[in-house]
């Protein structure tokens, strides 16, 4: 049987072997190809998220308005959770439901560590040697280790309480003298947040007041910065055009930036002749109790263990890391939960109760009544829900092409986490747009600033959350509950409050909190 079949298939005298191969042939590879499709089945490459079309060279660019942080969430109800759009050459994507950031900061964390910083941010990083914005490596490991443990460690922030109440203090007693005058409470939490760092960096040595006095001039600087930072630069959407500069952005960013460091100069060498002074004075020089972040800094520049040595461009770096993000983020939040609890009264009642009952009106708050004060702490975790002040928090970029919600990733993307928009999901929060403390008080739910919680992330997760959380947490709890017990504070006579935000790296009021503050305690010799 199959020789003749063979043999009829190579007769060149049939007239039909030439079709009969052919279609012998077309049948076989058919199936043996469904055969082993079948068999060893590939799935299909992922594609890129779905997003809005933008026009040539410039993608997307020309249809972004100045509140990005609410056009991103717009765009996510019409193309889901996960989209992309270009800006110039640069691909962006956008994530903006829990379980896709949980993808982003847990389970492919190591691949998404990395950042997407601005051309300018060389500047403000001394060389990229920060924590902030440098690439997960050695170097970052180091440095992360070392503030982290080292300077935010329970023992060092126990030590150097009495310097940040004295900045408090020193804050009320300015408020107590001008009572019945308006007053910014953004600058009055700024002035009083910085100068609490600047205080911690000398720690409490002669030159603290020295310290104090850059604080006002940091003000202004880190003011300036964030709005370098939150615009739009044609550098990094055309890395081509970097050099040309055309927007000025990196020679004003650089500016600043040359600011900071003549003044970490000026602070390095006076600490640096200080040490001196008590190593001359035979002073011991391991003192725990007044070692300041200053002098720890300065002794692992001049250590010789490779391992845990820095350089100075990295000690500059730390130090900016420190008073830029340990300042604005804590003055912002301060702003909006005193915004928010003006507009709410009954809440604003509710602090006010649990102020006295914890306190006490013949006392001032300290940092020991903080654990006690809940409902106050419900307060600050609703406003950072809803006035989170890095509201798309660093922009995270893969190390490596990799896969967000079954869509493709490539390689130097630049990831968005809206944080601002997960934070209002009604899919996940309860009428989301209320300002409503008590939902954190219930306690089904876990809800702290380490990023565990995938629908609560003011800070981040992974292994980019923020650094700064032990020191931030204490300074916003203790400025706010300060501010708040020692002074009832009412909006100037015909003035509106206003709670629509400006977005920029940093989202603040869009109007400044100007309120008039009276007196609450019932001891006025606590104002003196």
Not at 3 to 27: G, R
Not at 80 to 90: D, E, N, Q, V
Not at 119 to 138: E, H, R, Y
Not at 283 to 310: A, T, V, W, Y
Request: hydrophobic share 40%; with cysteine.
């Amino acid at each position: 049987m199959w020789s003749s079949w063979w043999d009829i298939a190579f007769n060149m005298n049939n007239k039909y072997s030439a079709e009969l191969l052919t279609l012998l042939l077309i049948t076989t590879s058919a199936v043996l190809w469904i055969f082993r499709a079948a068999k060893n089945p590939k799935k299909a490459s992922p594609r890129l998220p779905p997003g809005p079309l933008g026009l040539p060279l410039v993608g997307y660019l020309p249809f972004l308005g100045s509140q990005v942080h609410r056009e991103f969430s717009q765009l996510a109800k019409i193309y889901g959770p996960i989209y992309k759009f270009w800006l110039g050459t640069k691909l962006c994507v956008v994530v903006s439901s829990p379980s896709l950031a949980k993808e982003v900061v847990r389970d492919h964390d190591s691949v998404f560590a990395n950042r997407d910083p601005p051309i300018s941010a060389q500047f403000v990083t001394f060389g990229g040697n920060d924590i902030v914005f440098s690439p997960l490596g050695k170097n970052w490991r180091k440095l992360r280790k070392i503030f982290v443990s080292q300077m935010l460690g329970s023992t060092v922030l126990d030590n150097s309480y009495s310097l940040r109440r004295e900045q408090v203090m020193k804050s009320i007693r300015n408020v107590y003298a001008n009572i019945g005058n308006p007053i910014d409470v953004g600058e009055l939490a700024f002035l009083t947040s910085i100068n609490s760092v600047m205080s911690m960096f000398w720690g409490g040595t002669e030159q603290e007041e020295k310290g104090v006095v850059f604080g006002a001039e940091f003000k202004n600087m880190t003011t300036e910065l964030m709005v370098l930072l939150g615009k739009s630069n044609l550098s990094d959407i055309f890395p081509v055009l970097a050099r040309f500069d055309i927007q000025g952005i990196q020679r004003q960013v650089k500016k600043v930036a040359d600011s900071f460091e003549r003044v970490f100069d000026s602070a390095i060498d006076q600490r640096k002749k200080t040490m001196e002074a008590e190593k001359d004075d035979g002073r011991p020089e391991g003192n725990e109790e007044r070692k300041d972040f200053m002098q720890f800094l300065l002794r692992l520049h001049d250590g010789e263990d490779s391992s845990s040595s820095i350089t100075m461009p990295q000690l500059k770096a730390v130090l900016m890391d420190t008073v830029v993000g340990g300042t604005d983020t804590t003055a912002t939040t301060t702003e909006w939960a005193i915004a928010e609890l003006m507009q709410h009264p009954e809440a604003m009642k509710k602090v006010h109760q649990e102020l006295t009952q914890v306190v006490g009106l013949n006392n001032l708050v300290e940092e020991f009544h903080l654990p006690k004060l809940t409902y106050l702490d419900a307060v600050i975790k609703e406003t950072l829900r809803l006035h989170p002040p890095l509201p798309f928090l660093i922009p995270r970029c893969p190390s490596k092409c990799s896969t967000i919600g079954g869509y493709m990733v490539p390689e130097g993307t630049r990831i968005f986490l809206n944080i601002w928009a997960i934070h209002r999901d009604p899919n996940v929060w309860e009428n989301p747009l209320e300002f409503r403390p008590e939902r954190f008080l219930n306690g089904h739910m876990k809800f702290d600033y380490n990023g565990n919680n995938f629908e609560y992330l003011p800070f981040g997760s992974g292994r980019r959350v923020c650094a700064g959380i032990p020191l931030g947490e204490k300074m916003l709890n203790f400025v706010v509950a300060s501010f708040l017990h020692s002074f009832e504070w009412k909006m100037p006579l015909g003035e509106k409050l206003d709670l629509s935000d400006c977005f920029g790296m940093v989202t603040k009021k869009m109007t400044p909190l100007v309120a008039i503050p009276t007196p609450r305690l019932s001891n006025l010799e606590l104002y003196a």
